[in-house]
């Protein structure tokens, strides 16, 4: 037995065992002269395996139907397409024939010369063909050298998911249904990992500090993603309190569903609103199954996170508007494009930028890309009569920005209009607070916008000087800093100086203990993932404004978010064990 600590990110427990996921780091192919009478047999060796990468892709491709839905079979349509490409193969064999190489090598090469060449190409659509290539070919290797390649899209028995780390399009291919858990080296409780984990209900441990190379296929892991503790071979008595851990988090579940219908309404009457964050559209079935206002979030970037495809004007209307009818009455906030950063889309912005966290990201992307923008905006102005819908612009870091974003959204509209298409005559526009510099001047902001919405993700990220997917520095990575803090009030107080209402959508919404602190403040608005919701509402419907102003004329007093944190959860415990009943409909007397 050997257990391993790391940061608690989506809670649960899961069992299973586990899938070392090696990405494609480190493939070498071997490489080796050939003798002319070889060729036939290389070429035949080329035939029987590509014969079996179609067999994989096509019992893939009806699982994926089955279980997970269209978009992912079309990942592995594309692939079938590719397979049955004479082009693909006549280049195969002219240099089998030319190069006198083994046919590994020939293939590596020939995949480096599509790769090299899609990589510049101007147009998005064909540079996302570079993923299905990589995957094809993989493949076709695999089977020829006997090395079976499994990719988390692959997945066909259930497991924990072991790696090092996960981009957003691992975590958007993988075969969901049969993920029960996952456990990274890298990562931080708001890494992307971190929220789609939480956002797919699957329980995950992030950032365990040491390495996991030891970890084998197969082995038998534990992972409790509350308390951010793996162990592999458990014995007995873990196994039973896994399953003790697991029941109670069921029976907690149950008690928190009867706040559903409830309002978010403290004991002295205050309505608040608490909404959800969403990754991907089918999630807006879930939201108002646990009880949210609606959704504060819907990260729209992740449609873009499917390999090989970049979704159209089109495709993306249709996802905006499935979300917005899934809420009908109920208020939506559609992000537009946060590409960049940590969220690296290689079809659309050039690897190799030193300072991705500080650079060519969100709303300065869509700036500049202003094609890739302008079909953003047309769809969510064309989704936007079929529901209460909000536009929101992600890292505006000076006001010209948001002039500049103003006005094309404008335009968009025009576009729209000419084209006979309808679109709401009254969408809400907000902006993300995020960079030291928007809260610093959001008195200047916002005269300019309908709402805020403070992302604390990367707020902290920016005013501590924190990668937060980097598990070295993600202790430090903390929102309760009373930097940040009184970044936060500051953004609550211009916002409510001009009548604009301020929510905010980092994680630090989801953990009643900071929302006991940011109700205090003044906050408006909380949203966050799905799952949080419950627990949430109960605080607010623990406290009176009165008793949470308190908490945060004390704690902002606090020199340090570990003092700041340590008195939240004191008083959060306090009250919920005084207060208990969450459930009960009239949240008992009211005080006077
Ligand atoms: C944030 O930064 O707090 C936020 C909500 O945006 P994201 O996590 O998607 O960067
Ligand atoms: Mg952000």
Redesign the pocket.
Known sequence: MKEYRGFPVSPGIARGPAFVFQGDDGFVAPSFALAEEDIEGEWSRLLVAVEKAKSDVSSLRSRALEEVGRDQANIFDAHLLMLDDPDFFDNIEARLRSSLRNIERVIVEIEGEFVDRLSNVPDPELRARVTDIRDVSRRILGHLLNTERRTLADLDEDVIVVARDLLPSDMMTMNRPRVRGIVTEAGGRTSHVAILARAFEIPAVLGIGESLEDLEDGTALVVDGSAGLVVADPDEQTLLRAEAARLRGEANARVLACLRDLPAETRDGLRVLVKSNIEVPDEADSVLPHGADGIGLFRSEFLFFRPGHIPGEEEQYQAYRRVLEALPGHPVTIRTL?IGGDKILPEFVAAGEKNPLLGWRAIRFCLTRTEIFMSQLRAILRASVHGDARIMF??ISTVEELDQALGLLEEARRECRSRGQDVSESLPIGI?I?VPSAALTSDLLASKCDFFSI?T??LTQYTLAVDRGNERVAALHNPLHPSVLRLIDLTIRNGRAAGIPVGLCGEMAGDPASALLLLGMGLGEFSMSSPSVPAVKQLIRSVTTVEARAVADEVLGLGSAKAIGARLDGLLAGLLSERGGACSADQGPRPD
């Open positions: 946060d992600p890292m993300m995020e992302g993700n990367d």
